[in-house]
Nanobody
Framework: QVQLVESGGGLVQPGGSLRLSCVAS????????MGWFRQAPGKERELVAT???????NYADSVKGRFTISRDIPENTVYLQMNGLKPEDTAVYYC????????????WGQGTQVTVSS
């Protein structure tokens, strides 16, 4: 089975940057749909960005132009580069992996806290 471990969260000032990392226990980042989700207090978990096995990406409108999802296949790692951070980006960020052949199977990391505040 797959295990995902996120890191890179922390406290940053508005306008600052962070890079989140998600390391998978197996070489799945090029075969699974990889995504970053986030959940703020009192809100539902929302999709932030995805990268599919072809390398194509998609972003939520709220982060488009500011966030970039990427991967390092040999290192089994997916990244989320976050620039121009805003207070509303504050949330727990989760890494997700889904086999493209399954609509019900999901793997989740433990989450990493991102706080944007002055």
């Amino acid at each position: 089975q797959v295990q995902l471990v996120e890191s890179g969260g922390g406290l940053v000032q508005p306008g600052g940057s962070l890079r989140l990392s998600c390391v998978a226990s197996r070489n799945i980042v090029s075969t699974h749909i990889m995504g970053w989700f986030r959940q703020a207090p009192g809100k539902e978990r929302e999709l932030v960005a995805t990268i599919v096995r072809s390398g194509g990406t998609n972003y939520a409108d709220s982060v488009k132009g500011r966030f970039t999802i990427s991967r390092d296949i040999p290192e089994n790692t997916v990244y989320l580069q976050m620039n121009g951070l805003k207070p509303e980006d504050t949330a727990v960020y989760y890494c997700n992996a889904r086999p493209p052949w399954s609509t019900m199977s999901n793997f989740w990391g433990q989450g990493t806290q991102v706080t944007v505040s002055s």
